[in-house]
């Protein structure tokens, strides 16, 4: 793992700052574009997708940052020259390095987005010097994606960026309008309140509302030729609705929560925020969303995300593929450029001339009845219960978690090595065959939101539940799960995982350095070992996790330890609670506290 001095070094402050950052994100990419053309390889493994997708990525993803480089300064390091021959290679069929044409669907939609904001935004650098033959072979590829099926999600506002890029170089005989109005009204169909998306259907909760959905739809608010007046009105009065619940998903620090899918994407976090400057939204000051914006890209600034050489590698807080979806390809994580939209402002812009200001976040416990969540602030850092559908095509962790947190990372694939008692955080699950084979929560049969209380009915496929979580200002929280059983089972619930990365984890309680906080499968029948009143909490490098039982029900508390299977450490400890139970209606309740300061009192925190 490497940090990358250009970045990590780099202030983050002012717009020359930022300037530079861009710059020095690019030019390591720029090399390999420079020396393999359009199908650019990092040599760094492969996607679900062909690599000539994998390429068109690697050439796409940085035009979200060059673009606003451009259009705000008009310096561009002479990279358009160069971007303009490798756009020219692949979209000509006659080239040996040709993409190759979309299809029904394709991730070459995907990246057909950002040449058609290229269109839009800076078409003087990035068009006009185009031959006519290239101008034609680029048209001819680009309006293709109006005849093939998208995704039925946030893909469908990649056909609208290409036909509003096609507007703003006068080519509006190529647009399909019909298509265009129906795709933004499926959108419209997935709009929550309060500012909130679905992305899709299933209305999966996630950082896509921001950085994608609401993101396209500002890019067309500020870039598009001739946008209608509804439309405008509608998207800049639904990302304004959004403003001050979105912000409940950072920390004042600026670290963004982790939850969902594609969060290789990193500091695509700030992409809403940026945009949100561009079209100078209502609802914040200028200062209010500089801070958020600023302090998220600089919250990366202490983390392993990149090669020696200086590339992004795909995971979170350090490179791990074991996090990453089957479409995350090496150039995917270039996505994160969606950043940098405020450099498309002038220096004397509200923006650039405000000082930062804190996080608007006054209130304790946040409820969000629009996507059935509940934000809560813990000494600067958010906790979100969440309600939300599950979403079953992708990591389930990414969607089926009791709550998230700006603090403590996520585990992937919770139940992998549940045979060894070595749980992921924040799940309840259970095993029929004495700790072989474990499940939790697939799906939600209803989800309500109640003041401070979570409501959720779930099944594992096999087993019910009802649970309710109840939400308190101090900082803790209490989680009653109603079920009944048709056969005998261990039933196990955990908290947050702590970082044990450099330094062992440490069990604080039920007493300090308590050894017998693993379970091995010979010792499942031991009576000793359950308690009831069972307590367990465990201090990591970012802080304290701690749960107690408060039913009836003798326990095992454990500390699982893990491997790679963290977005924000690569070892971790996460406290659980086990009851081995009989057939028979049951109530299990357990109360939940963490903090992120590794000197906060024990005794405080289990109070």
């Excluded at 990525?57 to 490798?86: F, Y």
């Excluded at 991730?107 to 006519?132: K, N, R, T, W, Y």
């Excluded at 899918?261 to 990193?266: D, I």
């Excluded at 090595?417 to 029929?432: K, T």
């Amino acid at each position: 793992m490497a940090y990358y001095s250009k970045f990590s070094e780099n202030p983050m402050r002012t717009r020359t700052d930022f300037q530079t950052l861009v710059r020095d994100l690019i030019a390591p990419v720029a090399g390999y574009i420079e020396r393999q053309g359009a199908r650019v390889d990092f040599d760094e493994g492969a996607a679900v997708y062909p690599m000539a997708s994998s390429s068109l990525e690697g050439v796409a993803r940085p035009l979200w940052g060059l673009i606003p480089l451009t259009v705000g300064s008009g310096d561009d390091c002479g990279w358009w020259t160069l971007m303009r021959r490798v756009i020219s290679e692949g979209t000509d069929p006659e080239h040996p390095d040709y993409w190759g044409p979309t299809q029904s669907p394709s991730q070459h939609s995907v990246e057909m987005a950002a040449i058609g904001v290229m269109l839009m935004a800076a078409p003087e650098a990035a068009f006009v010097p185009f031959s006519d033959r290239e101008k034609d072979n680029l048209l001819r590829w680009l309006e293709e994606i109006q005849h093939v099926v998208l995704v039925d999600n946030n893909w469908l506002f990649f056909a609208v960026l290409v036909q509003e890029g096609l507007r703003k170089i006068g080519r509006a005989d190529l647009i399909d309008q019909e298509l265009q109005d129906r795709y933004i009204q499926r959108v419209s169909e997935w709009y929550l309140g309060d500012g909130w998306y679905g992305d899709g259907p299933t209305l999966p909760v996630d950082h896509y509302g921001a950085f994608a959905i609401h993101f396209y739809a500002l890019l067309y608010v500020h870039f598009a030729r001739d946008p209608k007046p509804a439309l405008v009105k509608a998207f800049r009065e639904r990302a304004s609705a959004f403003l001050v619940p979105f912000s409940y998903w950072f920390a004042e620090t600026g670290e963004g929560l982790m939850v969902g899918r594609s969060l290789t994407y990193r500091f695509a976090m700030a992409a809403f925020w940026g945009m949100a400057a561009v079209c100078e939204l209502d609802g914040m000051s200028p200062g209010q969303i500089k801070g958020i914006w600023a302090r998220q890209l600089r919250s990366w600034r202490d983390k392993p995300i990149f090669t020696a050489d200086g590339l992004m590698t795909r995971g979170y807080y350090y490179p791990n593929l074991i996090m990453c979806e089957d479409y995350n390809s090496p150039t995917s994580p270039y996505w994160a450029m969606k950043a940098f939209m405020p450099l498309a402002l002038p220096e004397d812009s509200a923006f650039w001339q405000a000082e930062e200001e804190p996080l608007p976040c006054p209130d304790k416990v946040y409820p969000m009845p629009a996507n059935n969540t509940i934000a809560q602030r813990i000494e600067g850092h958010s906790v979100v219960h969440y309600g939300a559908p599950v979403r079953a095509d992708v990591q389930p962790d990414k969607y089926n978690k009791f709550a998230y947190s700006t603090n403590f990372g996520m585990e992937i694939n919770a139940l992998q090595y549940a045979e060894e008692f070595r749980f992921g955080d924040n799940i309840l699950a259970f095993s029929f065959d004495r700790g072989i084979n474990w499940q939790m929560r697939r799906s939600n049969s209803f989800s309500r939101l109640d003041g401070r209380m979570l409501s959720l009915g779930w099944s594992t496929g096999e087993q019910d539940v009802e649970t309710t979580i109840e939400v308190a200002d101090d900082g803790s929280f209490i989680r009653r799960h109603v079920f009944e059983l048709a056969r005998p089972a261990f039933v196990v619930e955990s908290g947050f995982a702590v970082d044990q990365w450099y330094e062992e984890a440490e069990v604080l309680a039920p007493e300090p350095g308590a050894a017998e906080t693993r379970l091995l499968m010979q010792d499942c029948d031991r009576d000793d070992i359950m308690k009831t009143e069972a307590v367990i909490a465990v201090r990591g490098a970012n802080g304290l996790s701690a749960i107690r039982s408060l039913d009836a029900y003798p326990k095992f508390a454990g500390a699982a330890r893990r491997t790679h299977t963290n977005l924000s450490a690569p070892r971790t400890a996460t406290p659980f609670l086990l009851a081995r139970l009989p057939a028979g209606q049951h109530t299990l309740t357990h109360k939940f506290r963490v903090s992120s300061r590794r000197d906060t009192d024990i005794a405080d925190l289990l109070d």
